[in-house]
């Protein structure tokens, strides 16, 4: 299961961290991911980490603002967002897959296989 927390509500150039707690599997051999679903619009990849943490991606619009990182030994993973604008607000999620190579980071959201409930961050201008 994964259960992402830490949205909230943020003025532009703002900052947030989520969490994603992740448990009933071993966490060091899931590929996780943060996706994004705005209203009305269909969910969109943010940002990847593969397996032992090297290798991450993210979505052209939020690099350099947004950083993902996990520590293994805590189940959990983190996304750091800086300098926030307007069109990040959305409901967060965090993903998992058990079907990319370890040392990769997936660009897109096809090879996630399940997310748990979102986190609602809202960015006001």
């Known amino acids: 299961q994964l259960q992402a927390s830490g949205g909230g509500l943020v003025q532009a150039g703002g900052s947030l961290r989520l969490s994603c707690a992740a448990s009933g599997r071993t966490f060091s051999s899931i590929t996780l991911g943060w996706l994004r679903q705005a209203p009305g619009k269909e969910r969109e990849f943010v940002a990847s980490?593969?397996?032992?943490?090297?290798?991450?991606y993210y979505k052209h619009s939020v690099k350099g603002r947004f950083a993902i990182s996990r520590d293994n030994a805590e189940n959990t993973m983190y996304l750091q967002m800086d300098n926030l604008k307007p069109e990040d607000t959305a409901l967060y999620y965090c993903a998992a897959s058990q079907s990319v190579p370890a040392n990769y980071a997936p660009r897109n959201t096809g090879p996630f296989d399940y997310w748990g409930q979102g986190t609602q961050v809202t960015v006001s201008s």
């Open positions: 980490i593969s397996m032992d943490g090297v290798d991450t």
